[in-house]
């Protein structure tokens, strides 16, 4: 059974950081894409980051700067770094291993972050 663990939100205050991490069990995911979604209340999921399986990253324009995103294939984990929190990256974030091959997606259960001093 694959499984995706996400840990490491809570509360920072604004210009604060945090780090989220994403550790999979039951797959090898070395050939898989990272990425790091998030959810709004009232809003649809977005994504924000991910890291191919070459260790490429892309970010979207609201995060770009600020959070970094990472993988550590030996230990089937991701990282997201988040710098320079704001009141608007309040949100759950969900961890997310995509499979081209396939189409497969594995989700986290979500993690929620708060930014608010």
């Known amino acids: 059974q694959v499984q995706l663990v996400e840990s490491g939100g809570g509360l920072a205050q604004p210009g604060g950081d945090l780090r989220l991490s994403c550790k999979g069990t039951?797959?090898?995911?070395?050939?898989?894409?990272w990425r790091w979604y998030r959810q709004r209340p009232g809003e649809q999921r977005e994504w924000i980051a991910h890291v191919l399986n070459n260790g490429y990253p892309s970010y979207a324009e609201s995060v770009k700067g600020r959070f970094v995103i990472s993988r550590d294939d030996l230990t089937n984990t991701q990282y997201l770094q988040m710098n320079d929190l704001k009141p608007e990256d309040t949100a759950t974030y969900f961890c997310?291993?995509?499979?081209?091959?396939?189409?497969?997606?594995?989700w986290g259960q979500g993690t929620q972050v708060t930014v608010s001093s």
């Open positions: 997310n291993a995509h499979f081209p091959v396939g189409d497969i997606n594995y």
């Open positions: 039951g797959t090898n995911f070395r050939h898989g894409i």
